[in-house]
């Protein structure tokens, strides 16, 4: 029989069905609609039934209120939703409890199952099969996958891998993050000791990279395809670029043949905000092998490597160079500029031994003891050598002090100024100071001295004279001055006749600027023989000797009876006395006759003569009315009208002579006959107005 319909006085809260064995039933009818308000409580028995052998269809069954099945296997909870299993009270809609470590087991007879999980917005799936994944459904693709083999893959449905990541295609290029609040770390662990751990980047199944730590030194390299050590970190903090062993913290090697392959450190810049911007880089790269640069590329923006981008060099033999302007603690304006504020030198040792220096001191004593401040100093513990064209040796300050120029000369060069050179002639080992013109060229030998200690001025052959110690040749008025810078003083030149005592000064002419003369000195003692006083007068002795030295006028005239105009004489006092002696001869003309003339003041003029019985002559002094007068002389002979004589003028006081004068006095004159006899003769007196006859013999 079917129950079909619980009336509703079956709503209490404890319902008990009791049926006695019922061995034939073998099914159960349907139980088409039960409607339960309240909860169910209470127990459900029936007696054995070994024959039922189906059960019939509950097809709907509508319970309000919780469920409650044993406490605690099954709990419905109606006020939350919430269903638990083995949970009396499930906090989540599907909440399970397990005190064993079997919580669930989903099985399914085919040859693999899903658990599905879906939400507005995705669908999600676990499939177990002969691997383990996780789907995403909405997509269709496999996410994560555990294959049989334990190889687990991310975004690769076929790991080959314990960890095989992949799918970061299109715009999703970050592959994994890992994210830790704190602390965050990657573990790879080598469960030995001699095999090494790392990470190989691959691309499409070709290696290209690989991170790996060594077996052994524990180190870290970054290798490239060809599995060369690109770079290297030991433990102990040494970095190697192109190296597996770096010896220092960073070591970098490469091929110096080439800029492509050498280890070259590059500086770039992105900014284009100035003109002056430029990329640099360092290191050891070109042909030559071993040598150093620092690059400067040409332009912003420009590649920094190369021949033409080389700004400094040091060679392998450690010389340094630049194509530029080198500035030490300044901006360079030159080749080589220094700034410093003290201690501005260059010094050179050789062994920790000082040998030379450059310096500008910034206090006295610096570099050189007798520096001062803002000198420039230069020192050499050894000679000082200057060279130029080449190797060769120009000048030497030897350590001793002496000053060397060697096979060159010494030049006083100034624009637009004539220019002075002293000059070592090697064929005649001769030295010339010589003078240039205004483009200091056509340099012009001033004064040589040769090999003889022969010194010339004004020639370049002083050893051609006779006394040749000291040669002068100079042009008209020009000569030797010994100038004195002082009113009493005397210079002298001297001959000495050894180096002690009177013999330093056994003669000597000297000149005293006190009084204006110039004595001859000699005789062992330097003592004064002749000078000359200040009027033109000589004296034997010095300066204050009575003993005067009488000097004579002499030239020789052609002489005829027309007078010739012989001298002027120039006297002072409003006197003068002088002597005139006339001898020639001529064919059958013999003349000696002597004269002796004095001219006064004012017209007075007296003349006396006496000579050998020979031709006669006369003679006619004109003055200005007092001591200056003009001289001529005449031929009084009728047997014949020239000759040639020979007249000498000496003067008794400080009276001047010209032999060669232009002008005449022509104030008064007085005539004088000397005859052909020894006689002696005067004519003296007033004498006449003007300048007298022309002609001296009238025939």
């Known amino acids: ?101 079997d919580i669930a087991k989903f099985e399914s007879s085919g040859s693999y199952t899903f658990t599905r999980f879906s939400s507005s917005s995705r669908n999600w799936a676990l499939s177990m099969g002969s691997s383990f994944s996780v789907y995403d459904e909405t997509a269709s693709q496999t996410r994560l996958i555990i294959d049989s083999s334990g190889n687990v893959g ?16 299109g715009g999703n290029t970050t592959v994994a993050t890992f994210a830790h609040a704190t602390d965050a770390y990657i573990e790879i662990e080598n469960m030995t000791t001699q ?17 790996q730590k060594d077996t052994s030194a524990h180190g870290l390299y970054i290798q490239d395809a060809s599995a060369n050590e690109n770079m290297t970190f030991l433990q102990g903090g040494n970095v190697g670029i192109g190296t597996s062993n770096p010896a220092s913290l960073l070591h970098i090697e490469g091929n110096t043949n080439g800029y492509n392959t050498a280890p070259i450190i590059y500086f770039g810049s992105t900014s284009t905000a100035n003109a002056a911007v430029r990329d640099w880089a360092i290191g050891p790269a070109d042909s030559d092998y071993g040598n150093f640069h620092i690059f400067q590329g040409a332009s912003t923006g420009a590649a920094a490597v190369g021949t033409a981008q080389i700004a400094f060099t040091i060679d392998s033999n450690k010389n340094v160079r630049t194509s530029g302007k080198l500035g030490i603690g300044m901006d360079a304006a030159q080749a080589l500029d220094i700034e410093r504020t003290s201690g501005l ?7 920790g031994s000082f040998k030379a220096g450059l310096q500008v001191p910034d206090s006295s004593g610096q570099m050189i003891g007798t520096s001062a401040a803002n ?24 350590s001793s002090g002496n000053v060397v120029i060697v096979d060159t000369s010494l030049e006083f060069d100034k624009p637009s100024v004539y220019g002075f050179r002293f000059l070592h002639n090697d064929s005649g080992n001769d030295l010339s100071i010589q003078q240039g013109d205004a483009n200091n060229a056509n340099y012009v030998s001033r004064l040589t001295i040769d090999s003889g200690g022969r010194v010339g001025i004004g020639t370049t052959n002083p050893g051609t004279y006779y006394m040749d110690k000291l040669v002068v040749v100079a042009p008209d008025e020009s000569g030797i001055t010994i100038a004195g810078t002082g009113a009493n003083q005397r210079q002298m030149i001297g001959f000495a006749d050894g180096t002690s005592g ?9 000149y005293d600027h006190n009084n204006d003369t110039m004595s001859f000195n000699g005789g062992g003692a330097g003592a004064a023989r002749l000078t000359i006083l200040s009027n033109g007068n000589i004296v034997k002795g010095n300066a204050s000797s009575t003993q005067f030295v009488d000097y004579v006028h002499r030239k020789t005239y052609s002489i005829n009876r027309v007078y010739t105009h012989i001298a002027n004489i120039n006297s002072t006092n409003l006197g003068c006395s002088y002597e005139v002696h006339i001898k020639g001869t001529t064919s059958s003309v013999v003349v000696n006759a002597h004269f002796h003339i004095m001219v006064g003041h004012y017209f007075d003029i007296a003349i006396k003569s006496f000579g050998n019985a020979y031709t006669a002559c006369k003679v006619k002094v004109v003055t200005n009315g007092n001591e200056d007068s003009s001289l001529y002389i ?23 002579v010209n032999m060669a004068p232009s002008s005449a006095y022509n104030t008064c ?31």
């Open 1 to 101: 029989m079917a129950l079909t319909t619980v009336p509703v006085s079956l709503s209490a809260t404890a319902l008990t069905l009791t049926t006695a064995a019922q061995p034939n039933i073998t099914s159960v009818g349907t139980l088409t609609g039960l409607t339960v308000s309240g909860n169910i409580a209470g127990t459900l028995t029936t007696a054995a039934q070994t024959n039922i052998t189906s059960l019939g269809t509950l097809s709907a069954l509508t319970i309000s209120g919780d469920l409650t099945v044993d406490t605690s296997t099954l709990k419905v909870d109606s006020s939350n939703n919430r269903v638990g299993i083995g949970e009396a009270s499930p906090g989540f809609p599907l909440h399970v409890n397990s005190s064993g470590t």
């Open 154 to 169: 991310i975004g690769d449905s076929t790991p080959q891998a314990l960890l095989d990541v992949g799918g970061g295609y």
């Open 195 to 211: 095999n090494g751990a790392g990470i190989i980047l691959s691309n499409a199944g070709t290696k290209k990279w690989t991170i």
């Open 345 to 351: 030198s260059l010094r050179f040792y050789n062994g």
């Open 375 to 398: 000198d420039f100093a230069i020192r050499s513990q050894s000679n000082l050598l200057f060279a130029s064209g080449g190797n060769t040796e120009r000048l030497r300050i030897a």
């Open 502 to 510: 009177d013999a330093r000064y056994a003669g000597y002419i000297g």
């Open 634 to 656: 005449g031929a009084a002979t009728s047997n014949n009208n020239t000759f040639t004589g020979t007249v000498s003028i000496r003067v008794h006081d400080n009276a001047t």
């Open 669 to 699: 004159y007085l005539e004088h006959a000397q005859s052909a006899t020894s006689s002696q003769e005067t004519t003296t007196g007033s004498a006449t107005s003007g300048s007298g006859p022309t002609n001296a013999y009238t025939v």
